[in-house]
Nanobody, 123 residues
């Protein structure tokens, strides 16, 4: 059974940082693309970043600009999203998802989705 579990969310003040983790199981990790997405209340889900796990290629959407870094620990089947300079508008549920090629990741077309983790940015 494919499983993706996002964790690491929480409450943080504006300007703060968080590291999200996406722990995966049930599929051959290196064969996949993992993406991070977020959905704020009342808004559509949007892409944040992706990583191709066999070669480490990364891509970033405009949603968070240069304030995020995606990385992976292939030995742990885990992908991370390091977020910094957080703003109130970054408040959302953050999801990770997996896909074999990820060509449509920007549009949210991913094969497997996990449960999200809540990030709240507030003073």
């Amino acid at each position: 059974e494919v499983q993706l579990q996002a964790s690491g969310g929480g409450s943080v003040q504006p300007g703060g940082s968080l590291r999200l983790s996406c722990a995966t199981s049930g599929f051959k990790f290196d064969d996949y693309v993992i993406g991070w997405f977020r959905q704020a209340p009342g808004k559509e889900r949007e892409a944040v970043s992706m990583i191709t796990l066999d070669n480490g290629r990364t891509a970033y959407a405009d949603s968070m600009g240069g304030r995020v870094t995606i990385s992976s620990d292939n030995a742990k089947n885990t992908v991370y999203l390091d977020m910094s300079s957080l703003k109130s508008e970054d408040t959302a549920v953050y999801f990770c998802a997996a896909d074999l090629d990820g060509n449509m990741w920007l549009h949210g077309f991913m094969q497997f989705w996990g449960r999200g983790t809540q990030v709240t940015v507030s003073s």
